[in-house]
Nanobody
């Protein structure tokens, strides 16, 4: 079972940027789909960005044009570049695959207004 550990979260003012990392304990080369999810207070977890091994990406409408997902299979790491952050981006961010693995602790992103 591959394990995923998220990092890079923090406190940032609106308009700022953060780069999240998802480090896998094992190889992700054979995992086609990797995605970033988030759960804000009082809301359900949602998929915000996904990427396949072919490099195809998809984004939630709320983050399109501001977030960029990428992966480095050689480093077994998935990234999420977050620009022009808004207070509504405040959430715990998780990475996962499909089918879903057990959720980890995620990394907290807090955007102040």
């Amino acid at each position: 079972q591959v394990q995923l550990v998220e990092s890079g979260g923090g406190l940032v003012q609106a308009g700022g940027s953060l780069r999240l990392s998802c480090a896998a304990s094992g190889s992700i080369f054979r995992i086609n789909f990797m995605g970033w999810y988030r759960q804000a207070p009082g809301k359900q977890r949602e998929l915000v960005a996904g990427i396949t091994n072919s490099g195809r990406t998809n984004y939630a409408d709320s983050v399109k044009g501001r977030f960029t997902i990428s992966r480095d299979n050689a480093k077994n790491t998935v990234y999420l570049q977050m620009n022009s952050l808004k207070p509504e981006d405040t959430a715990v961010y998780y990475c996962n695959t499909s089918p879903l693995l057990t959720w980890g602790q995620g990394t907290q992103v807090t955007v102040s207004s």
